[in-house]
């Protein structure tokens, strides 16, 4: 399968602010173009441009940064960006703690990858550290990476770093050897695992953890691909104690290894399976971390079972995490095209509001979904929607459905800055002004997009100013085609006058504004003239009924709320 590449501008304001990104492009000189443009435009003090290679495999994408600029460019050593915080280790147990193994996992991602090992498995296998070792330069070049983040929040030396490293990671790595070789770790058959972990949790000192954990590496060594994997762990849940130090020693292991497989691009995209796009992949995983993930392999059914009883908190919270981080991904939803990422986006987000709770709080799901809206607005993606709309309506159509599928108010505002040229343009004129459909129609739609507009998230001046587009147009048409005139002039009686615009009203013809202001105008004149209550009245009359005044009141106030024309307004101008 081919990489995908996309280049990101970053921008940077003001002498001490920091990066943000600006906009996305799948070319690399269209990325450069921008970049060079904020900066004569003075629109930053600062830019630079990402590259962006996502490789399939490992679910995983490869950074490269092709561009800087800037009038305060901050001083950064080149190796030092973007690598990950280290944590500092001292003794041989400290690389058994939750961040060493993370850091460990960011390290050599592509290394237990290609071997399909979790870090536990790693870090407790002599043969999986041999293999390591053997690689050399990889090895070394991740005790390089840590040692240099570790260099830029000191004043020791590099190389001293690297030497402490590389000796922590020598002693490490022999007292596995040391450990395997007297055979420290069991060999466990099914069925007894159970013992073993009440039987570690009851002698004294700390390495319980990591001899069970050696045991279980050993227990899943068999295992040749993920799901066998993941299997051969989740069919240890049922071996767990009742209750003690024994099941808690025995089910944060369990859950441990596998929140590493989850954590892992590669594991967790051979586990959920393939498809089509990243939508229908995102909503896989939705689907796992609810517990309904109906799956064909033995492991993910197993996962999604526990994951619906609220078990494995840490493999859970690793779907929550990669969720949220797919989401916050450049990579498209789709590849049919923006009307169709908004589709799957908004399945998406109707599955996981459903799904939030304590692993996925309602702030980082608004947080992802704000981000993934921004891609949705960049430039080439509005232009690659827009592209094949046959005429102005269909272009105002697409924006729209665009702003109710996207979160986040600068989103909306930045969509706005694509609404409004078309609005003020003369081929929105044309197609509004001079078209050969009926001009009641054109009204009609024009008093469709505003409604839309009105109950839309834009900030309250945007929408204003839109709003108020659609009425000038709506109301030029008018004055073109004199309906409301030719209304007016063509009713038989003031009852039915009336009516005819309510019905307008009703029907959601007329837009708010100078066009809904002269038709209640209108309405409120005829519900002046001498006879009106009479004749509505007797107009609503059924064959073989007794007059109702009252009742016929109740409904015409009704209706002329509906217009936008209150009760005591109406009462005050009735005319008997």
């Known amino acids: 399968m081919a990489q995908e590449i996309h280049f990101e501008i970053f921008k940077r304001v003001g002498a001490k602010g920091g990066?943000?990104?600006?906009?996305?492009?799948?070319?690399?000189?269209?990325?450069?173009?921008?970049?060079?443009?904020?900066?004569?435009?003075?629109?930053?003090?600062?830019?630079?441009?990402?590259?962006?290679?996502?490789?399939?495999?490992?679910?995983?994408?490869?950074?490269?940064?092709?561009?800087?600029?800037?009038?305060?460019?901050?001083?950064?050593?080149?190796?030092?960006?973007?690598?990950?915080?280290?944590?500092?280790?001292?003794?041989?147990?400290?690389?058994?703690?939750?961040?060493?193994?993370?850091?460990?996992?960011?390290?050599?991602?592509?290394?237990?990858?290609?071997?399909?090992?979790?870090?536990?498995?790693?870090?407790?296998?002599?043969?999986?550290?041999?293999?390591?070792?053997?690689?050399?330069?990889?090895?070394?070049h991740a005790i390089q990476k840590v040692a240099v983040a570790q260099a830029a929040t000191t004043t020791t030396p590099v190389s001293q770093i690297v030497k402490s490293l590389n000796e922590l990671a020598t002693k490490s790595i022999h007292?596995?050897?040391?450990?395997?070789?007297?055979?420290?770790?069991?060999?466990?058959?099914?069925?007894?695992?159970?013992?073993?972990a009440t039987k570690l949790a009851e002698t004294p000192g700390p390495g319980a953890a990591y001899v069970l954990n050696g045991a279980i590496a050993n227990h899943l060594r068999p295992a040749k691909a993920w799901d066998e994997k993941l299997a051969l762990l989740l069919k240890l849940m049922p071996e767990l104690p009742a209750e003690g130090k024994g099941r808690d020693l025995l089910l944060a292991s369990i859950d441990q290894i596998a929140a590493e497989m989850l954590n892992g691009s590669a594991a967790l995209h051979e586990l959920i399976g393939e498809h089509e796009n990243l939508g229908e992949a995102l909503a896989a995983m939705v689907r796992l971390f609810s517990g309904?993930?109906?799956?064909?392999?033995?492991?993910?059914?197993?996962?999604?079972?526990?994951?619906?009883?609220?078990?494995?908190?840490?493999?859970?919270?690793?779907?929550?995490?990669?969720?949220?981080?797919?989401?916050?991904?450049?990579?498209?939803?789709?590849?049919?095209?923006?009307?169709?990422?908004?589709?799957?986006?908004?399945?998406?987000?109707?599955?996981?509001?459903?799904?939030?709770?304590?692993?996925?709080?309602?702030?980082?799901?608004?947080?992802?979904?704000?981000?993934?809206?921004?891609?949705?607005?960049?430039?080439?993606?509005?232009?690659?929607?827009?592209?094949?709309?046959?005429?102005?309506?269909?272009?105002?159509?697409?924006?729209?459905?665009?702003?109710?599928?996207?979160?986040?108010?600068?989103?909306?505002?930045?969509?706005?800055?694509?609404?409004?040229?078309?609005?003020q343009s003369n081929a929105f004129d044309a197609h509004f002004l001079q078209a050969k459909t009926p001009p009641l129609t054109r009204m009609q739609r024009l008093a469709e997009l505003q409604a839309r507009v009105r109950r839309s998230g834009f900030q309250d001046k945007e929408r204003r100013e839109i709003s108020d587009l659609f009425d000038k147009t709506a109301s030029e048409i008018d004055e073109k085609g004199k309906v409301l005139e030719t209304i007016d002039s063509r009713a038989a009686t003031n009852v039915e006058r009336a009516q005819t615009l309510l019905r307008l009203f009703a029907s959601n013809s007329i837009t708010e504004g100078r066009l809904s202001a002269k038709a209640r105008e209108i309405i409120l004149g005829c519900l002046a003239r001498p006879g009106f209550l009479t004749g509505y009245v007797a107009q609503q009359m059924r064959p073989g009924m007794k007059p109702d005044a009252d009742a016929a009141m109740k409904e015409l106030m009704a209706t002329l709320n509906k217009a936008g024309i209150t009760s005591e307004t109406g009462l005050k101008n009735i005319a008997a």
């Not at 973007?82 to 996992?105: E, G, K, M, N, W």
């Not at 007292?175 to 073993?196: C, I, M, N, Q, S």
């Open 292 to 423: 309904n993930q109906a799956a064909a392999n033995q492991g993910m059914t197993l996962l999604a079972q526990h994951f619906k009883a609220d078990e494995l908190s840490e493999a859970r919270t690793a779907v929550a995490n990669r969720i949220l981080a797919e989401m916050k991904s450049v990579k498209r939803l789709s590849h049919l095209g923006v009307t169709h990422e908004l589709m799957l986006l908004r399945q998406i987000a109707n599955s996981l509001v459903l799904a939030q709770g304590k692993y996925l709080s309602h702030e980082d799901i608004i947080a992802a979904f704000t981000l993934r809206s921004k891609r949705l607005v960049a430039h080439e993606a509005i232009g690659n929607l827009l592209s094949d709309a046959k005429d102005v309506d269909e272009k105002i159509e697409r924006l729209l459905s665009v702003e109710e599928n996207i979160i986040g108010a600068e989103n909306k505002r930045q969509l706005t800055t694509f609404l409004m040229p078309i609005l």
């Open 175 to 196: 007292r596995v050897y040391r450990d395997d070789r007297e055979k420290r770790f069991p060999v466990v058959t099914p069925g007894k695992f159970g013992a073993l």
């Open 19 to 140: 990066w943000s990104m600006h906009d996305v492009s799948s070319s690399r000189d269209a990325a450069l173009k921008v970049a060079e443009e904020l900066m004569k435009a003075e629109k930053a003090t600062g830019v630079k441009v990402i590259k962006e290679t996502y490789n399939p495999e490992t679910g995983d994408y490869l950074s490269l940064k092709i561009y800087e600029d800037g009038h305060t460019k901050m001083k950064v050593d080149k190796a030092a960006e973007d690598v990950p915080h280290a944590i500092p280790c001292f003794q041989p147990d400290d690389l058994y703690s939750y961040h060493a193994r993370s850091t460990i996992a960011r390290l050599l991602t592509d290394f237990l990858a290609r071997n399909r090992w979790t870090v536990t498995e790693l870090i407790h296998r002599a043969d999986a550290l041999e293999k390591l070792e053997a690689t050399g330069t990889q090895f070394q």
